[in-house]
Nanobody
Framework: QVRLVESGGGLVQPGGSLRLSCAAS????????MAWFRHAPGKEREFVAN????????YYGNSVKGRFTISRDNAKNTAYLAMNKLKPEDTAVYYC???????????????????WGPGTQVTVSS
């Protein structure tokens, strides 16, 4: 069984930065593909970024490319999302998710991820 817990969310002004963390329990983290998704009110859940098991491959959604950076530390069973140049439209609940049966691809489909954290709120507002 895997448990994921996000942290690091909060209120930030436009143009500011935040770093989210996702701490995982269990033995599957270091061999799994990890992703961040977000869900804003009135919108569908949106893919943000993902990273393969060793951190060598990453992929980003178009709306965050160049501003957000995903990373992981397998020794700490933790993944990160560094968010810079934040915009009001980045306001959402951010979720980390794990695909414990990776196939070498970096899926953006949320249905490919079998473990999810409860989410952390990020609000970008002046």
């Amino acid at each position: 069984q895997v448990r994921l817990v996000e942290s690091g969310g909060g209120l930030v002004q436009p143009g500011g930065s935040l770093r989210l963390s996702c701490a995982a329990s269990g033995d599957s983290f270091s061999s799994s593909t990890m992703a961040w998704f977000r869900h804003a009110p009135g919108k569908e859940r949106e893919f943000v970024a993902n990273i393969n098991w060793n951190g060598y491959s990453t992929y980003y959604g178009n709306s965050v490319k160049g501003r957000f950076t995903i990373s992981r530390d397998n020794a700490k069973n933790t993944a990160y999302l560094a968010m810079n140049k934040l915009k009001p439209e980045d306001t959402a609940v951010y979720y980390c998710a794990l695909n414990t049966i990776p196939d070498g691809l970096l899926p953006v489909d949320e249905n490919r991820y079998n473990y999810w954290g409860p989410g952390t709120q990020v609000t970008v507002s002046s």
